[in-house]
């Protein structure tokens, strides 16, 4: 029997150390490639040297030669695969190239060191054929059924035509933001290995059940033959939330050598291929405003790119659908299908480059209409969600904008471009606003177990990303159970568990959290508060009846200060605000690093990421740290972080809304509005480089 | 893969002589990079970190001796008031684990035109000593670098030491680059004042096929102080001179278009750096802050 007292809450919102920093600093938590497996193989991949084709012919013999090489497969020797619906992932079973450096085969060797070299040594020739590789606004362009996350790919409201020729003041321009790759500090890896018909993978992954699921089906097999374990992993961004290729490799290699297991850590440069990377976008946006600066009429349209062999289409003008208020609103996608890899997930698909866009528009527009840029967007705030027509279960923007504009000084600001120098320095102050909704993935279960001794186990087999859910969780479980964050034995990442839904789209606490709750709920019901040992119940996240009368979005506001040198145009960006209505922050201290790391990726987005690919080739040849840049510490200046706290009792019971994603939405325009203010030279392209501002 | 560990010059120079593929390996920051990208596959390294001789520095007939062993981080810390403008250049470069392992006779060796090291050589004309078994030869630093990562070392040859006078005046060093840190120089500029020769010794980084001496300008900005009499009154050099000097180092450049930036992009920037790191000596020379 429990004697534990319950307590009532006070674990959520507290700034809880990460439970799993110990663990993380003494090297003692397993990433996928550290799992312990008895006399592994290794696998180096190949990957096709033309960008669309066929392979004619492969030359093994020296590769198996080698000492230490176990097989080379190809396509010639591969099992066959039971389910070749997905081209991504549908590989090594033809000798179709689609696109540069897909993979064609793998070596498995005794050691890393030989099947690498190994790879260097097998021969494959090819049938080239004519490809397309580069985005072109003039190029063959479609309209997709659909976009990522089911949103629809156009709409339209009023008369946009109309309300363009009587608006007082108009706006026409074109945004560009580069293809860009997530480049998490842990590359893709997996260990596989099939045991009698079972397959076991140890992965770098957002979700173990979905790539649980994923594999079941493309191998043939009953999902419970299929464990995922995936207990911590070094980041994501959105390119470890689908399975892409290079799991299947392992685990179709593995088939060959069953019993041992197969270990495929995709090396950093490698990672430019294949593991999904955020589309390049064109971007035309025209606004229409009164005299009074009330916009009259929006339209965003978006050109991207997808693989021919797969379908992914980003919403990047989804955010415009709700933004701000306007009668007369059109949104259009349009894609070109490439000899490329598939474009998949990076941190906010849609949203970051979107709002790129949009709040660099409003930037323009809100000079053009005389008006404070926060102003500006305060008198075109909407009243109700544009998109469903529902109204907002919170909406705090305008709280975020004014305390942003209060804790940064933004009275200070002058508003003519180009007027404060400060030595060398040309300053200027930017501002944008974020958004991101809050989206609830159904049919994640937690286990509650009382195990004695006031111990309660809380099982699922959500993925901790880096992001610090294990931490939250735990938080999440302590107050729902009532009981001190030290009673809670929190068991996440593997399939073992029961289902979880993927760590991404900034849902995980929503989704998990609820479950959670729910299963606490139960718990108490039948088991009361002193249950037994083993006493156990699970429970389904529940749907939540509110969707259907509020929608539901996080907010925030971003100040950014960017100095220009006036001669050389080198940008910096001392200090940086973002503001957050993201609704009840479970723990501050890990929420506080997911803002800054949001804001960080912004300032890299506006400054640095840019994927180049050589049309000629077909691949990005800046494929490493060297030449794809990423902030450094020495980049990043004071960094002021905070949120309102904000009461939103319909999103789920924690009051949560997720918060991994929105600090990128926006921050990239913000830090370009900044470098208008500076300079007086308006940069539409992404990233902005110093030779953009040459005049 | 044969890995050699000579302890001794002597040693180095008979293993590099009976392996004239072998490649040299110091802080291997260079060679490690190459390896890892599948770039070059020697049949052997040879590792020069156990040869004492290479990694010391000393005073020679009045200039500095300084071996290739020599790692950034000493450049700093040992060579800072002797060498100024090495030791800022030093300091722009990688990170603190980079500057740790990487060498300047490194950055000779792989000569590339972005190399941070190398402005500052050409400004104080540095000769580069090298050897092999048949003996020993002194190239000054802009007959050894001759083409984009070329240099004259023969297959038998290692550099031991580079060789240039201490700094008789100020020196400055200035890189543009699109981060603040761990950044390959767009294009770079490493200026000497050498008021006892009566001379400007000036370098382009990055912005050619090789480091750029802008002979012009040196002769142009030489001549302006002459004929105002500036090295000894100490006065400003006038401001269209200043200019002067950044056209005719912006001219001296070859840049071109690369993912690191836009060849005009480049061309202004070496002017701005010209200008303002000669301002930056002047100044100092005047003995005004700033
Ligand atoms: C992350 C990172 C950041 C970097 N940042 C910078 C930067 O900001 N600026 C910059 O200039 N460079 C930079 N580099 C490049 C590199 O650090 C420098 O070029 C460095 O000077 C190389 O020195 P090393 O001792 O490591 O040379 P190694 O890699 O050991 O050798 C470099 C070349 O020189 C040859 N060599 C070495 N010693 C001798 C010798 N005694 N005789 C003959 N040949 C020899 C080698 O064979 C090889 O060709 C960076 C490298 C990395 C990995």
């Known amino acids: ?695 | 893969m044969q890995f050699l560990q000579p302890h001794s010059w002597r040693e180095a120079l008979e293993a590099r002589a009976a392996h004239p593929g072998a490649r040299p390996i110091f802080g291997g920051t260079d060679v490690m990079v190459d390896l890892n990208f599948g770039r070059k596959r020697p049949e052997t390294v040879i590792d020069l970190t156990r040869v004492p001789e290479i990694r010391e520095w000393n005073r020679e007939d009045g200039l500095l001796r300084i071996g290739a062993g020599v790692t950034y981080t000493r450049a700093i810390t040992e060579l800072g008031n002797l060498l100024p403008g090495l030791a800022m250049a030093s300091r722009t470069v990688g990170s603190p684990q980079i500057r740790n392992r990487g060498t300047i006779g490194g950055n000779l060796g792989s000569a590339s035109p972005a190399g941070d090291a190398l402005p500052p050589l050409y400004a104080s004309h540095a000769v580069i000593e090298v050897a092999s078994t048949r003996g020993t030869r002194r190239i000054p630093v802009g007959q050894f670098i001759i083409g984009p990562k070329r240099n004259v070392l023969e297959p038998d040859e290692l550099i031991i030491a580079f060789i240039m006078p201490e700094a008789e005046g100020p020196q400055q060093y200035a890189k543009i680059g699109t981060r603040n840190a761990m950044v390959i120089a767009v294009c770079s500029f490493g200026l000497a004042l050498h008021p006892e020769s009566r001379s400007v010794g000036a370098c382009i980084g990055s912005a050619g096929p090789t480091p750029i001496q802008p002979r012009d300008a040196e002769n142009f900005i030489e001549d302006v102080i002459e004929e105002h009499d500036l090295w000894e009154s100490r006065a400003e050099i006038p401001a269209s001179a200043l200019d002067r000097f950044g056209v005719l180092a912006s001219e001296a450049a070859m840049p071109i278009d690369d993912v690191r930036g836009s060849a005009d992009y480049r061309r202004h920037a070496v002017g701005v750096l010209a200008r303002r790191t000669l301002t930056w000596a002047w100044n100092e020379h005047r003995g005004v802050a700033g």
């Open chain 1, 1 to 695: 029997m429990s004697t534990t007292t319950r307590t009532t809450g006070g674990a959520i919102g507290a700034s809880l150390d990460r439970i799993d920093g110990p663990r993380k600093v003494t090297g003692t938590a397993p990433y996928a490639y550290e799992h312990r497996v008895d006399n592994p193989l290794y696998l180096f991949p190949l990957r096709s040297e033309i960008v669309r084709g066929q392979v004619t012919g492969i030359d093994a013999s020296a590769a198996e030669a080698l000492p230490g090489v176990v097989v080379v497969v190809t396509h010639e020797n591969a099992p066959q695969l039971a389910d070749t619906g997905d081209r991504e992932l549908a590989i090594l079973q033809s000798g179709e190239v689609a696109f540069r450096n897909q993979y064609v085969g793998a070596v498995l060797a005794e050691t890393f060191e030989a099947a690498r070299h190994a790879a260097g040594l097998v021969e494959v020739s090819y049938a080239e054929e004519p490809h397309e590789a580069e985005l072109r606004e003039d190029g063959d362009l479609y309209t997709p059924e659909q976009l990522n996350a089911g949103f629809p790919t156009d709409t339209e409201e009023g008369d946009v035509e109309e309300a363009f020729s009587s608006a007082a003041v108009t706006l026409d321009g074109r945004y560009t933001t580069p293809m860009e790759h997530n480049n998490p500090m842990e590359p893709h890896t997996t260990v596989a290995v099939w045991k009698a018909g079972d397959l076991t993978l140890y992965e770098s992954t957002q979700g173990a059940h979905p790539v649980q699921r994923t594999v079941a089906k493309i191998f043939g097999i009953d999902r419970n033959r299929a464990r995922v374990v995936a207990p911590y992993v070094g980041g994501g961004f959105g390119s470890k939330g689908l399975p892409h290729a290079n799991t299947i490799l392992a685990a179709l290699a593995a088939q060959m050598v069953e019993g041992r297991p197969v270990k495929f850590a995709v090396t950093r440069q490698q990672m430019f291929t294949g593991v999904g990377y955020r589309t390049p976008t064109i971007q035309k946006i025209r606004l229409g405003a009164d005299s009074e600066g009330r916009l009259t009429a929006v339209t965003h349209d978006v050109i991207e790119q997808t693989s021919k062999i797969k379908e992914f289409a980003e919403q990047t003008a989804a955010v415009t659908r709700s933004m701000y208020a306007t009668d007369n609103r059109r949104t259009t996608h349009r894609l070109a299908a490439l000899d490329v890899p598939v474009p998949s997930w990076m941190r906010a698909p849609g949203e970051a480059p979107g709002m790129f866009a949009l709040e660099s528009a409003m930037d323009e527009m809100a000079e053009k209409c005389g008006l404070d840029p926060i102003e500006f967007r305060i008198r075109n705030e909407p009243e109700i969600d544009a998109e469903t027509g529902l109204p907002y279960s919170s909406r705090n923007l305008v709280a975020c904008l004014r305390e942003g504009a209060e804790r940064f000084g933004w009275r200070d600001r002058t508003p003519a471009p180009r007027s404060h120098q400060e030595g060398r320095w040309l300053v200027g102050n930017g501002v944008a606003s974020a958004t991101y909704p809050v989206f609830r993935l159904p049919g994640s279960r937690a286990t509650i177990r009382y195990e004695g001794d006031d111990k309660y186990a809380v099982e699922f087999g959500a993925a901790d990303v880096g992001t610090g859910a294990w931490t939250a969780l735990t938080q999440i479980s302590a107050d729902a159970i009532g009981v001190g964050v030290d009673n809670i034995e929190l068991r996440i990442g593997d399939t073992a568990f029961p289902f979880a839904s993927v760590a991404g789209g900034s849902s995980g606490i929503t989704a998990w959290g609820s479950a959670i709750f729910e299963a606490a709920r139960v718990f108490r019901e039948r088991h009361g508060d002193n249950p037994s040992e083993g006493d156990e119940v699970q429970a389904r996240t529940p749907n939540n009846p509110e969707t259907e009368n509020y929608a539901m979005h996080a907010f925030g506001a971003f100040f950014v200060e960017a100095r220009v040198d006036v001669d050389t145009c080198e940008v910096r960006v001392p200090r940086m605000t973002g503001v957050f209505a993201a609704g009840k922050i479970i723990n501050a201290k890990t929420a506080r690093s997911q803002f800054m790391g949001g804001m960080t990726m912004g300032l890299s987005m506006a400054l640095h990421e840019e994927s180049l690919v050589d049309g000629r080739f077909g691949h990005v040849i800046n494929q490493d740290f060297a030449e794809y840049h990423i902030p450094t510490n020495a980049d990043i200046g004071e960094m002021d972080i905070s949120w309102i706290d904000e009461d939103d009792p319909y999103v789920n019971p924690m009051g949560s809304k997720g918060i991994g994603e929105i600090g990128i939405v926006g921050s990239a325009a913000a830090v370009a509005n900044a470098v208008y203010n500076a300079t007086g030279i308006r940069v539409r392209d992404l990233p902005i480089t110093p030779d953009k501002l040459i005049q």
